[in-house]
Structure formats: C-alpha cells, structure tokens
C-alpha cells in the first residue's frame, strides 16, 4: 500500500508539473521589454512560494481515508483508498496550480500590465 502510495504521488507531482501555469499572454503594446522581464521574474518568483508538494500530500491522505471508508463498505479497502488518493492529491496539484497562476497574473496586472489571458 506504502509503494502504491509513493506511485500514485510521483504521478500527480509529474503531471501537475506538466500542466503548470501556461506563460501570461501580456499586450505588449507600450511595454519595455527589459522591464517586463524583471518584473516576469519577480512575478514568477511569488508564485513559486505556493508548495504543491504538501497540498498534494494532504490531498492524497485525506482522499485515500475517504477512499479507505467506501472502500470498507464493499471489502476493498486497499483499493478504495488507493483511488482516493489519486483523487484528492490530483484535486490538491490542480487546485495548487490554479493559485500559482493567479498569483503570477495578478503580480503582473498589478505592475500595470494588461494580461491577456
């Protein structure tokens, strides 16, 4: 159960970081672009202070004892919790990477760039 665990995290770990925040679409319309990437950095340095790691791994413990129980209901404990960690800590990633890419946009909206997307 331990390894099916530490599967099923690596796999929502590797799959929320391929989904991570696409890039901003900024109008660039006035914009210096030196400036722009200074300010892209520090953006992007603010929504890298939002852990994914622990929000998925509370995700995952929480859904696999919510999975554990309906999982008790028709003997299958072990794969009831296994399916429910895979649920909560995907919930948890993706949740964790939509508050990653609105800190970042609203970082740059509020240094005065009009972001598209």
């Given amino acids: 159960m331990r390894h099916l665990a530490i599967v099923v995290l690596a796999f929502v770990l590797v799959f929320a970081g391929c989904a991570a925040h696409p890039d901003p679409i900024v109008d660039m319309k006035g914009v210096n672009p030196d400036l722009l990437a200074k300010d892209w950095a520090d953006c992007e340095g603010y929504s890298e202070q ?3 790691g622990q929000g998925v791994a ?3 413990a929480a859904g696999a004892g919510v999975g554990a129980i309906g999982g ?3 003997d299958h404990v072990g794969r009831g919790a296994a399916n429910g960690a895979l649920i909560g800590a995907t919930k ?9 890419q609105q800190v970042f946009k609203r970082c740059l ?3 005065g760039y009009q972001v598209l997307n």
């Avoid at 948890?92 to 990653?100: E, F, H, M, N, P």
């Fill in 58 to 60: 509370k995700g995952a």
């Fill in 50 to 52: 939002i852990v994914m």
């Fill in 92 to 100: 948890s990633g993706l949740d964790a990477d939509r508050d990653k």
């Fill in 72 to 74: 008790a209901i028709n």
């Fill in 109 to 111: 909206r509020g240094r």
